[in-house]
């Protein structure tokens, strides 16, 4: 009896479309790095502001995939994009997170639409939280033709200091360097384009 039931459940499988077998295989990945997450998260529920050195957010290392002219180097940190006098756009994804597949092509739109008005870093956490690897953010980049600065964390502890309870989850902050707002999961690109012409307004 088990044996017929065993065949039937191969035959269906089989017989599956290859692009439901993707999605599966894919919400599968984005499940299991739910679950890192929860694991890397733990208990911290509140921001660390003891080495935040003035500013509302900690600092953190990072390391370029591209656009270190603009991050202050192969290997930068953080803070000194928030010195930079310009409106802020930080953005956490995975290679391997289906709604930052979604939305990093309309993050790129926006970007180009405003030019050098703010500043727009995209930092990987996927090795972090099982979503992706260092090379296929690379290969993502490339195929997703996205040219804004982009770096990895050079440490997974940035999940725990700025409470990414979600992916992707997005910061605004003002040309001063302070914390705007923050918005977890996806955002359309209408939404995301209001509110870099709302953080464009804190340029003296």
């Known amino acids: 009896m088990s044996g ?6 191969n035959e269906k499988d089989e017989s599956a479309p290859t ?20 694991l890397l998260l733990g208990g911290a529920l509140l921001w660390s502001t003891g080495s935040a050195g003035g500013h ?6 990072m390391v370029a995939y591209q656009g270190a002219e603009v991050l ?28 930052c597949r979604e939305e990093m092509p309309s993050f790129q739109r926006v970007h180009d639409e405003f030019g ?31 040219d804004y600065p982009t770096a990895y964390a050079a440490s997974g502890n940035v999940i725990r200091d700025y409470e990414v309870m979600g992916m992707p989850t997005t910061f605004f902050f003002g040309a001063d360097g302070s914390l705007i707002k923050r918005h977890t999961g996806f955002m359309p690109e209408a939404n995301f384009r209001r509110e870099v012409e709302s953080l464009l307004t804190t340029v003296e």
């Open 19 to 38: 692009g439901a077998s993707t999605t599966r295989s894919r919400m599968f990945r984005f499940g299991a790095g739910a679950v890192a997450f929860a």
């Open 72 to 99: 202050g180097g192969e290997t930068s940190n953080f803070h000194a994009v928030l010195d930079g006098g310009k409106p802020v756009v930080l953005n956490f994804w995975a290679s391997e997170c289906p709604p």
């Open 4 to 9: 017929r039931s065993e065949r039937r459940s």
């Open 116 to 146: 050098g008005a703010f500043t727009m870093v995209g930092i990987d956490v996927g090795p972090y939280i099982g979503l992706g690897t260092r090379a296929g953010a690379r290969g993502f980049l490339t195929e997703f033709g996205i």
């Open 56 to 61: 509302a957010m900690p600092d953190f290392e």
